[in-house]
């Protein structure tokens, strides 16, 4: 099959990878869309491990209020580079972790943070283990992977802070 630039363009589109990696994804799958989808998610997630321990000293502090000002959340989310940080997607990141946070009230961020005492599920207890609100298919962990992959740097949810009225 004959691999087209607007192909190669839709799928650079959805995905976020560089030209060359979307074209060797199309040509490894075919031209199937999904599999050249599913085939970058793999590479990025590979990458992603490999960068975990890389230091994320950039980033943003977002902040969400809902329902009338009777809930607020602070969440600081941090990148490797400030360039990052300015861009549009990881904002976008940042704040739907800001509203995950006033939706499901979890208590701590990552399973290793989790204490004897919490109550609950790791879904109802730990942010990254929670499904997304605007897609249950996925986990936080899942939307902070697939940013990684997209960005090609290491992504942390640093720490949260929920406000509600009255709570």
């Given at each position: 099959?004959?691999?087209?630039?607007?192909?190669?363009?839709?799928?650079?589109?959805?995905?976020?990878?560089?030209?060359?990696?979307?074209?060797?994804?199309?040509?490894?799958?075919?031209?199937?869309?999904?599999?050249?989808?599913?085939?970058?998610?793999?590479?990025?997630?590979?990458?992603?491990?490999?960068?975990?321990?890389?230091?994320?000293?950039?980033?943003?502090?977002?902040?969400?209020?809902?329902?009338?000002?009777?809930?607020?959340?602070?969440?600081?989310?941090?990148?490797?580079?400030?360039?990052?940080?300015?861009?549009?997607?990881?904002?976008?990141?940042?704040?739907?972790?800001?509203?995950?946070?006033?939706?499901?009230?979890?208590?701590?961020v990552a399973a290793e943070d989790r204490t004897a005492e919490m109550e609950g599920t790791?879904?109802?207890?730990?942010?990254?283990?929670?499904?997304?609100?605007?897609?249950?298919?996925?986990?936080?962990?899942?939307?902070?992977?697939?940013?990684?992959?997209?960005?090609?740097?290491?992504?942390?949810?640093?720490?949260?802070?929920?406000?509600?009225?009255?709570?």
């Amino acid at each position: 099959m004959t691999i087209t630039t607007g192909m190669v363009k839709e799928l650079r589109d959805a995905t976020g990878a560089g030209v060359m990696d979307a074209k060797r994804a199309l040509e490894e799958s075919g031209g199937d869309m999904a599999k050249a989808t599913s085939l970058l998610r793999e590479k990025g997630l590979a990458l992603a491990a490999k960068r975990a321990e890389r230091e994320t000293n950039q980033g943003v502090v977002e902040s969400y209020i809902h329902a009338g000002g009777r809930i607020g959340v602070l969440v600081e989310v941090n990148c490797e580079t400030d360039f990052v940080a300015k861009t549009d997607e990881f904002r976008a990141l940042a704040r739907d972790v800001a509203m995950q946070v006033a939706a499901m009230s979890p208590q701590v961020v990552a399973a290793e943070d989790r204490t004897a005492e919490m109550e609950g599920t790791d879904e109802e207890v730990v942010l990254l283990k929670q499904p997304f609100i605007k897609d249950a298919s996925k986990t936080i962990e899942d939307l902070v992977k697939d940013a990684v992959a997209k960005t090609g740097e290491n992504i942390r949810i640093r720490r949260f802070v929920r406000f509600g009225l009255g709570e």
